[in-house]
């Protein structure tokens, strides 16, 4: 699926953000076989060799990773020897399904579990997602790419079910009171 995406992925990526509000994490890319210690045949071998390869990286604890193989991103504790090892049977299955120019994304997970803002009346935190769209009610200008676009299958909004993507936007201008289609 081709979405929309605010950055291009790179092999790294620092954590963008305006004020308190994170546009973008903190990301890394990596090719399956620059993961060596996938293969470590002990499973305490594989633990430290993983939490290493995360150290020499500037990796956090917790992260998400996203496999070509899975649609959806998985979390990953690389304190925990279950997830590194549920981490590293993800990425070898990468390897077996021999998939072209397969890449291994990973992001910070933000906000961490004591900054979660939604509680419930005993104080128990909860994670929460704001989703929105941004809609440019103006006409378009005619004979624009943006208006070339309008009617195509592959134009419209993401649906969440995985089915289409926003691929044309008008540019985003971004000021110190917020951001603003222009």
Not at 80 to 105: E, G, H
Not at 149 to 162: I, V
Request: proline residues 7%; hydrophobic residues 40%; positive net charge.
């Amino acid at each position: 699926m081709d979405c929309f995406r605010v950055i291009a992925p790179k092999r790294h990526a620092p954590r963008i953000s305006l004020g308190s509000l994170i546009i973008k994490r903190e990301s890394w890319r990596f090719s399956p076989e620059e993961m060596q210690f996938v293969y470590c045949a002990g499973a305490s071998e594989r633990f430290l060799q993983a939490r290493n390869w995360a150290r020499a990286h500037r990796m956090p604890r917790f992260v998400f990773h996203k496999v070509p193989i899975e649609k959806k991103p998985a979390y990953l504790d690389f304190d925990s020897p279950i997830f590194v090892d549920i981490f590293s049977k993800m990425i070898r299955r990468t390897v077996d399904a021999a998939l072209p120019s397969a890449m291994i994304d990973l992001s910070e997970m933000q906000p961490l579990f004591d900054q979660n803002w939604l509680t419930d009346v005993s104080g128990q935190r909860y994670t929460s997602e704001f989703r929105f769209v941004a809609v440019d009610s103006r006409k378009p200008a005619s004979g624009s790419l943006y208006e070339a676009n309008l009617g195509r299958a592959s134009s419209g909004f993401h649906n969440f079910a995985g089915n289409s993507c926003i691929k044309v936007l008008p540019p985003l201008r971004i000021h110190r009171r917020g951001a603003q289609i222009v």
